[in-house]
């Protein structure tokens, strides 16, 4: 059996941020750029829930692209920064060190969200299955390229050579999985509330209006109607 019909869980997965550097997302055009943050942050706080490994990787950040999103390193604030100056990740010794670690408990299906979509994500990926046995799994809506196309080409290269093609939610799901797992629970549906829009807000409308539940804040006396006379 293929091992890419084999799930996402979080015992075979690890994370991989590439670049989510301020100069790098000013070239994003393919995706709204606080769209783009949200989904990151959203990634992290994923991988954060269910203990995923997750390395975070930077290139030329003084003289050029700026420092990692600090939404981001705010989710892994313990987190070293591997800095590089290839714009292959997969070029860097420390990059392949850290995965390599990773890969030998197990965790050989590759979780990437990185700028650009068509350079550093893509060069990345063709490399790194080139000398390896992992699988990249390339978050769409977590990555962005320097036009529609620019992505949209880029994503259709890397999935002709065997990348798998997810999005941030649908990550966050396959590690849940199950909604009987309790133990993340709670922890997946706040971040779904808070980063996942309609379904988020989906889910107060339920908690609150179908099942009665408390508002998720506290807030002021709700006041009036008062028609003006």
């Given at each position: ?22 100069q ?31 390395t ?9 692209s700026?420092?990692t ?18 714009m ?15 890969a030998?408990?197990?965790r050989?299906?590759?979780v990437?969200?990185?700028l ?17 046995d992992?699988?990249?799994y390339?978050?769409?809506d977590?990555?962005?390229g320097?036009?529609v ?22 990550v966050?799901?396959?590690?849940q ?7 993340t629970?709670d922890?997946v549906t706040?971040?779904v ?7 988020g ?7 609150t ?10 807030h ?10």
């Amino acid at each position: 059996m293929s091992s890419k019909l084999q799930v996402l869980t979080p015992q075979n997965s690890q994370i991989i941020f590439i670049d989510q550097q301020p100069q790098m997302a000013f070239g994003v055009q393919s995706i709204d750029r606080q769209v783009l943050k949200n989904n990151v942050v959203a990634l992290a706080k994923a991988a954060r829930i269910f203990n995923i490994p997750t390395t975070i990787t930077t290139v030329e950040t003084d003289s050029f692209s700026g420092n990692t999103f600090p939404e981001l390193l705010a989710v892994v604030p313990d987190n070293d920064i591997l800095e590089r100056t290839s714009m292959n990740s997969w070029d860097d010794q420390n990059v392949r060190d850290a995965l390599a670690k990773q890969a030998a408990d197990g965790r050989k299906k590759i979780v990437v969200a990185g700028l650009w979509t068509e350079v550093c994500n893509t060069t990345f990926a063709l490399s790194c299955m080139n000398d390896t046995d992992y699988e990249i799994y390339m978050v769409a809506d977590a990555s962005g390229g320097t036009s529609v196309d620019a992505h949209k080409y880029a994503m259709d290269r890397m999935v002709q050579a065997g990348v798998v093609p997810v999005t941030w939610q649908q990550v966050l799901l396959e590690w849940q999985r199950d909604w009987a797992r309790k133990k993340t629970y709670d922890a997946v549906t706040s971040l779904v509330k808070e980063h996942s829009g309609a379904y988020g807000m989906g889910i107060d409308y339920a908690v609150t209006h179908v099942h009665g539940g408390a508002e998720r804040v506290k807030h002021g006396k709700r006041i009036g109607p008062n028609p003006a006379k």
